[in-house]
Every structure is written in structure tokens, then in C-alpha cells.
């Protein structure tokens, strides 16, 4: 079974026929062996490995291909072919074997569930093909046991000790006790990485379900700390009467509670599961869908309480300001982490406009005009925002996230959720769709109100789009009328 999923592979069939043709005994190893042996698709990234140099095979497989071929790393003679997939795309890595044969070459790999191999030969002989497993591998695939090749497998590229967190969490794995105390012994070398790298692992793990457990995994093995050391401390952190956790298990809950709430679209949104799934599946840099990113801003949208903790004059703790104190941290954090300009204006303003909601549920009613007004402000990113307030108070709350939720909400997270759904229906129904034709357009006003062009007349035509969707005005007649009285405008 295992050997006809290897032979249906249309990468693996292209490598064979190069191997053929050139003599070359060619080995797959790493992460799609690793996920046909756990039952899962092989994935998008394939690694080989070849005696001697390999750019050959690279060139040889873009041309085959219609690929493209480039050096990954010089230092080790990696070379890298990227196809395009549709609109993804699939990595075919090359690396030169390490040490005198194949067994030695897999001993010096990360985690022993990636340190096997297999010869492409083998995979259409006659036989059945033998996996080549020198530190037992296989055996931790069947105890879903993550072990490290080596302690100083960690200390040569400290990333691993992430990515071993990320790939424990993707494949459902248990961090062997060893492992979790060499990796706990040598955390501060983490930041000998690129953060490009770290970025690229940390939201990759963001990425996948259950990511609050990878969070507070990454935490107990102390790595969270050193990788952001804005949290240090809030295990231990008094988040406030309305929370009732330490300020680190709030941001956990506030992760796991948005990730119940894309679990279950179709039930509490029916007639807009599409595009919410469309939304919070859309890609807003490489390797970074806009859930990943949202689950990044709910574990630091509080986070910056305790610069602006106080007690009120009957003792109560408050955090006032601490959105925009907040924003300010948090913009630090996606700066060093090398996240793109657009990615950046996300976590900035979302912090920045995290309460809203809660300030909307207590006015008692969100009037046309502040609905539009958010929307206005906030454009699609008021979606995040709508469901980081729902994900936020059922943090702050003793309602278990398991499914179904309670159908009487408490207190404000009732009025957020009232609140929630009518901000919803009004974006999907009423403000993201195409405006119809302007009542004036910037000529006509030009003309009434004898103006020449400019900003002026851009204010005016704010003001009036602003009182069309708010029903203030429906008529030609009106919005002139509406537009000559300043009070009105």
C-alpha cells in the first residue's frame, strides 16, 4: 500500500527517471516519508539526498519540469526546486550525503521520525523496499514519541528546538522527556536564529488547530519567554476582576475560544460561513493566513496591561489605556519579527481597536451611523475585530469552550455576541456590497455649492456617502438640503 502511494507520485516518478538515467542512487528522506508512514498526504516538500554534488539533478529536474532551480544553502550544497502547483507549489530539495553513506547521513538530521530513508531504486524493484532506520524512527512513529538525533543537533541549529515544538504539535506527537530538557537547557540560543526562520516556524504551528496548546508547550519549555520576553511574568500576572485568570491563561483561552469559533462557522453564522471562511483563509504575506495572524493578535492583545495597571478609588485594578499601550508593544514585536507592512498595520490597528466592541454592546445599541463608522474605519479587518471581542469574552469567562457553547451568554458577552451579529449581517448584507450610484457625484456639488475642486468637495461627498447608508437621506432633493445645513453635515 505504502509503496504504490510512493509510486502514484508524480515528483518521485520525475527523480526516478533522473536516477536512471544518470546512474545515481537517489534516497528520499525526511517529511513526506515521515507522513506516509502516519498515513497522511505527503505534503509539498520533498527532500533527497545524492553522493556528491547535486546541482546537476536540480537543473535537470527544473527543465523536466518546468521548474525553477536555485543553491539553498552553499555551505552544505543544497539545492532547491520550486514548481508551481495551481496556486501553491511544491519544494524538491537536493543535499549532498553527509559523511561516508546513507546511515550516516540520517544520523546527523534533526528528530529521529526524520532521520529515515528509503532508495528510490528500491520503491519500484521487485521487492519490497527496506526502510533505512538507524536510530529507531520508526519505532517513535509508532509510540507518536518526538526525539532528537543529538543534543548537539540542537546546539548546530537552534531553530530545531521550535520546530520541534511546531511538528510535536502538527503531527500530534509527545515531546520525549530528554528532549524536553536539552531543549529547556539550551533555550537562550534560540535567538541565534534569523527571526525570518523563527517567524516562518511560529505561524506555521499558528497555522494548524490546537494552536493554544502549542503555545503553552512552548511556554513550560521556556521558550516563549526567550523568544518574547514581553510575557515573562504573566503566568503569575492578576489580568483583572472581569477575567479571573493570570494574564497568560487569558491569552491561551482568548487563542483556543477564536479557534471553537472558526470551528464551527456553519452553526453560528450559517448564511455567511463562505465568506468568513474565504476571509480568514486568505493569505496576508507568505507562509501567514489571516486565522494565523488573528491567533498571534488574540494571545498578545492584552498585552500591554501591565504597563498601565492601577487601583481605582475603591481598590479595583484597572488597565486604563492599555490598547493603546498595546499597540505600541505589539507593533514592536511584529517589527522585530519581520512581518510585512501589511501584516504590521493588522496587529497595530486591531490592538489599537480591540475594546470597541465591548464599548458598542454597552451603549445598548449599535445606531446605522456607528456601524458604518466602524466599517468605515476598520474595512474588512472590522471582521477580526468583531471576532476577537467574541473570542476575548469567552476568555474572560468560566463557559467551556468545548461545543456546543452555552446558549445563554453572561453579562456583556451576551450583549458582545448581540452586538457581533448584527455588525456581521450589517457588513455582509448592507456595507460591503456594490454602493449604488451616489445621489450627487462631485460635479453636481461643484456646481451647487459653487466650489472648485479639492478636498472640499471630498469631505462633502464623505459626509454624504456616510448619510445614504445610514438611511439619512434618499433623495436628490434631500441630500443637497442635507449638505446646506452644517448642523445636518
Do not use: C
Amino acid at each position: 500500500m505504502k509503496e504504490r502511494l510512493l509510486r502514484e507520485s508524480k515528483i518521485l516518478q520525475a527523480v526516478q527517471r533522473l536516477s536512471q538515467r544518470s546512474g545515481e542512487k537517489i534516497f528520499l528522506v525526511g517529511g513526506a516519508l515521515r507522513n506516509l508512514l502516519l498515513e497522511r498526504p505527503l505534503g509539498k516538500d520533498f527532500d533527497f539526498v545524492a553522493p556528491g554534488e547535486v546541482s546537476d539533478l536540480a537543473k535537470r529536474l527544473a527543465t523536466a519540469t518546468g521548474g525553477h532551480a536555485f543553491s539553498l544553502n552553499d555551505s552544505f550544497g543544497t539545492w532547491r526546486v520550486v514548481l508551481k502547483l495551481g496556486k501553491g507549489k511544491i519544494d524538491v530539495d537536493f543535499s549532498p550525503m553527509q559523511g561516508g553513506d546513507i546511515r550516516e547521513d540520517l544520523k546527523q538530521r534533526d528528530f529521529t521520525i526524520n532521520s529515515i530513508g528509503i532508495s528510490l531504486e528500491e520503491i519500484w524493484g521487485r521487492k519490497p523496499p527496506q526502510f533505512i532506520d538507524p536510530l529507531h524512527g520508526l519505532s517513535d512513529l509508532r509510540h507518536r514519541v518526538l526525539r532528537v538525533n543529538s543534543e548537539e543537533s540542537l546546539v548546530q541549529d537552534p531553530l530545531r528546538m521550535l520546530r520541534g515544538f511546531r511538528l510535536a504539535h502538527t503531527l500530534g506527537l509527545k515531546v520525549e522527556e530528554n528532549t524536553l530538557k536539552m531543549i529547556q537547557k539550551h533555550k537562550k540560543l534560540i535567538l541565534r536564529s534569523a527571526w525570518e526562520r523563527i517567524r516562518s516556524e511560529f505561524f506555521a504551528a499558528l497555522s494548524e488547530r490546537k494552536a493554544g496548546r502549542f503555545l503553552r508547550d512552548l511556554h513550560h519549555s521556556g521558550l516563549l519567554g526567550e523568544i518574547f520576553p514581553e510575557v515573562q511574568g504573566w503566568e503569575s500576572y492578576d489580568s483583572g476582576i472581569h477575567h479571573g485568570f493570570p494574564l497568560l491563561v487569558h491569552a491561551v483561552k482568548t487563542v483556543e475560544a477564536g479557534e471553537t469559533l472558526f470551528a464551527h462557522f456553519e452553526e453560528l453564522y450559517p448564511s455567511y460561513v463562505r465568506p468568513l471562511e474565504h476571509h480568514f483563509s486568505s493569505i496576508i504575506e507568505e507562509g501567514i493566513s489571516r486565522e494565523a495572524l488573528f491567533k498571534f493578535l488574540a494571545f498578545f492583545h492584552d498585552s500591554g496591561k501591565p504597563g498601565t495597571r492601577s487601583l481605582s478609588s475603591d481598590g479595583q485594578v484597572r488597565f486604563l489605556d492599555h490598547d493603546q499601550e498595546g499597540q505600541k508593544i505589539n507593533l514592536i514585536i511584529a517589527q522585530r519579527m519581520r512581518l510585512s507592512r501589511k501584516s504590521v498595520r493588522i496587529i497595530s490597528e486591531l490592538t489599537r481597536q480591540h475594546m470597541r466592541i465591548l464599548s458598542l454592546a454597552k451603549a445598548e445599541e449599535a445606531t446605522p451611523r456607528a456601524k458604518y463608522r466602524f466599517f468605515r474605519e476598520l474595512g474588512k479587518e472590522g471582521i477580526d475585530v468583531v471576532f476577537l471581542a467574541l473570542a476575548d469574552g469567552l476568555a474572560s469567562s468560566r463557559i467551556d469552550l468545548g461545543w456546543p457553547l452555552v446558549q445563554e451568554l453572561p453579562g456583556d458577552l451576551g450583549k458582545i455576541r448581540g452586538v457581533a451579529e448584527e455588525l456581521l449581517r450589517y457588513y455582509f448584507e448592507e456595507f460591503s456590497r456594490k454602493p449604488p450610484r451616489p445621489l450627487l457625484d462631485g460635479r453636481e456639488i461643484m456646481e451647487a455649492f459653487k466650489l472648485p475642486p479639492g478636498e472640499g468637495v471630498g469631505r462633502l461627498l464623505d459626509r454624504l456617502r456616510e448619510a445614504e447608508m445610514t438611511g439619512l437621506v434618499r433623495t436628490r432633493e434631500g441630500a443637497l438640503e442635507f449638505l446646506k445645513n452644517p448642523k445636518k453635515s
